[in-house]
């Protein structure tokens, strides 16, 4: 501060106003100062201040995923809203391991972030009290838990494949297999089975025609896999809903590959509208979910709890549900 001041011609006690976004110096002072701080290669250390202020300027955002387009969307929303306050975003990548989860939580909390959004409804009992208890606003997303946190924005993955089986039945479609992950790590995607299984059982079709394969998040090589095994294990299986785009791509590569037609021997239905299932051929019937705006609504939630929080006024537990459609294209 003192090189700053000498660089400048002021005072360090005019640095350290010039420097705060409320500090009375005039707009040609500022300038002067910030000049000389550029031109000497400074960095603001931000980590005084929080201590006085109680706040860091980062938000943590903890993602399964940092390859999938959805989960990019949803940091991409949240950034969108938070930097205009001048929050920035700190991520972190779980990789459907709630054990990991619970270790970033911890990781994240000691850095006082000023709010935190999570992925998903479900968490260790150790991250759960974690979080109850970090005394800052705290998001759950891409899920409506049964005893949330504290604030929520997401929707419910059973009913979103539970809409997509009915769909298929509206075609025609009688003997519907599912197609997911061997390990329960990833719990939207073991909503998705139960929303498949619920279906099946209302409409009176065959249970159980269920495929567990690979490790969340399925690849595309697993989906073809998965799909052989489904048609090897009951042969009159005449379509498949896959937890996800990607999986779903696979198992019409592998139908390609073998001559099955899709369509015509089996229809082929995803989960996501990413976009390999818009560009794939046939194009990919799915569930459609603005994944971005979860992000944006999860930020404007956060901030409106950060306002309430420096008003005194702690604000009522938000829930947030977002919209899914069912999207039908030429693979069913």
């Not at 404007?300 to 005194?312: E, F, N, P, S, T």
Request: glycine share 10%.
């Amino acid at each position: 501060m003192a090189e700053v001041a000498a660089r400048a011609g002021v005072s360090a006690m005019t640095v350290s106003r010039a420097l705060k976004s409320d500090g009375a110096v005039s707009e040609e002072t500022r300038r002067k100062i910030l000049t000389a701080v550029d031109e000497l290669g400074y960095v603001l250390d931000l980590s005084a201040g929080a201590l006085s202020s109680k706040r860091t300027g980062f938000v943590a955002v903890l993602v399964p995923s940092i390859n999938n387009s959805n989960f990019s969307d949803t940091a991409r929303g949240i950034t969108e809203i938070i930097e205009g306050r001048g929050l920035q975003m700190l991520l972190g990548y779980t990789d459907y391991d709630m054990e990991k989860e619970e270790q970033l939580v911890q990781a994240m909390l000691t850095r006082r972030p000023d709010g935190i959004i999570v992925t998903d409804g479900r968490h260790t009992p150790k991250a759960r009290r974690m979080l109850r208890s970090a005394g800052i606003p705290v998001v759950e997303t891409w899920d409506l838990p049964a005893d949330p946190i504290d604030h929520v924005v997401g929707f419910s993955n059973a009913e979103a494949s539970r809409a997509l089986v009915h769909r298929l039945y509206q075609k025609g479609y009688r003997n519907i297999g599912f197609i997911g992950g061997a390990s329960r790590r990833d719990t939207r995607g073991a909503d998705r089975r139960l929303g498949y299984t619920r279906a099946v059982e209302e409409l009176g079709l065959p249970v159980g025609r269920t495929i567990s394969f690979g490790n969340p998040p399925i690849s595309m090589e697993q989906g073809g896999q998965a799909l052989v095994h489904l048609i090897q294990q009951w042969p009159d299986v005449d379509a498949a809903v896959c937890v996800s785009d990607l999986s779903a791509f696979g198992a019409i590569m592998e139908c390609h590959r073998r001559g099955w037609a899709v369509p015509g021997r089996i229809a082929i239905a995803g989960f996501g509208d990413f976009e390999v299932s818009r560009c794939a051929w046939p194009r990919i019937t799915t569930v459609a979910v603005d994944c971005r705006n979860i992000g944006r609504e999860a930020g404007r939630i956060l901030l409106d709890a950060l306002d309430a929080v420096q008003h005194a006024h702690p604000p009522a537990p938000a829930t947030l549900i977002v919209p899914f459609e069912v999207i039908e294209r030429e693979s069913t």
